[in-house]
Nanobody, 127 residues
């Protein structure tokens, strides 16, 4: 099992930036212990939406058009961490942000296909 712990959420002013970090521990069911990682966000009553995803090697990245240009994702496999950076924040970015991992390397937005999830971290953008 892979455990994911997010950090870095909080209150941010509109126009500002933030960095979220996710630390992974444990082992996946794959012999090579490799997995894609991603960030999703969810507002109460709404779906959990992909913000960014990155392959094990970092060579493939998926960022939806809705946040493209404001988001960057990176990972450090030596430290088992993945970071999300967002800038030009708007109140609509307010959500709980979740870290996720997928053993098959899936980078898409279907949350049910991701294998592991963190507990989430609240991000609130004030206007």
């Amino acid at each position: 099992q892979v455990q994911l712990v997010e950090s870095g959420g909080g209150l941010v002013q509109a126009g500002g930036s933030l960095r979220l970090s996710c630390a992974a521990s444990g082992r996946s069911d794959r012999d090579d212990n490799r997995y894609a990682m991603g960030w999703f966000r969810q507002v109460p009553g709404q779906s959990r939406d992909l913000v960014a995803a990155i392959s094990w090697s970092g060579g493939s990245i998926n960022i939806p058009d809705s946040v493209k240009g404001r988001v960057a994702i990176s990972r450090d496999n030596a430290k088992n961490t993945v970071d999300l950076r967002m800038n030009s924040l708007i109140p609509e970015d307010t959500a709980v942000y979740y870290c996720a991992a997928d053993e098959l390397g899936y980078l898409g937005g279907e949350s049910a296909r991701w294998d592991y999830w963190g507990q989430g971290t609240q991000v609130t953008v004030s206007s």
